[in-house]
Nanobody, 125 residues
Framework: QVQLVESGGGLVQAGDSLRLSCAASGRTFTNCAMGWFRQAPGKEREFVAAISRSGAHTYYSPSVKDRFTISRDNAKNTMYLQMNSLKPEDTAVYYC??????????????????WGQGTQVTVSS
C-alpha cells in the first residue's frame, strides 16, 4: 500500500505560481513511478506530468510543458509540481498517483495503483 497526500493548492491569479507537494508513505517510494493528473468540473481526468522512479525521466502534457516542472525527492518521499504562468484553464482538482509496474505507462490514469485525495487549484482571470 502507498498513501499519498497532496498539498499546496489554492486560489491564485492568472500568471501566478504554485507548488504542489505529494507526500508518500507506506510502500517504498523509490519503487514507484509517479504522476500528476487533474480533473476540471464536467471533464475527464487528464494527464499532467509524470516522473520515473529515479527522477531521471520526466513527461509532460503539451498544455503544461514549459510552464510546469515535476520533481521528486526520494529521501523525503515527496513529489512536487511547480506550476508557473498559471492560466484559468489550469483550474482543476490536482491528484498525485503512484504506479508500481516494472514498465510504467506514465500517461494512462488507469495504470496507476494509488491515488491521493486531490487538491484544488483555482486560477482567476
Amino acid at each position: 500500500q502507498v498513501q499519498l497526500v497532496e498539498s499546496g493548492g489554492g486560489l491564485v491569479q492568472a500568471g501566478d505560481s504554485l507548488r504542489l507537494s505529494c507526500a508518500a508513505s507506506g510502500r517504498t517510494f523509490t519503487n514507484c513511478a509517479m504522476g500528476w493528473f487533474r480533473q476540471a468540473p464536467g471533464k475527464e481526468r487528464e494527464f499532467v506530468a509524470a516522473i520515473s522512479r529515479s527522477g531521471a525521466h520526466t513527461y509532460y502534457s503539451p498544455s503544461v510543458k514549459d510552464r510546469f516542472t515535476i520533481s521528486r525527492d526520494n529521501a523525503k518521499n515527496t513529489m512536487y509540481l511547480q506550476m508557473n504562468s498559471l492560466k484559468p484553464e489550469d483550474t482543476a482538482v490536482y491528484y498525485c498517483a503512484a504506479q508500481i509496474a516494472s514498465i510504467p505507462d506514465y500517461f494512462k490514469a488507469n495504470e496507476y495503483n494509488y491515488w491521493g485525495q486531490g487538491t484544488q487549484v483555482t486560477v482567476s482571470s
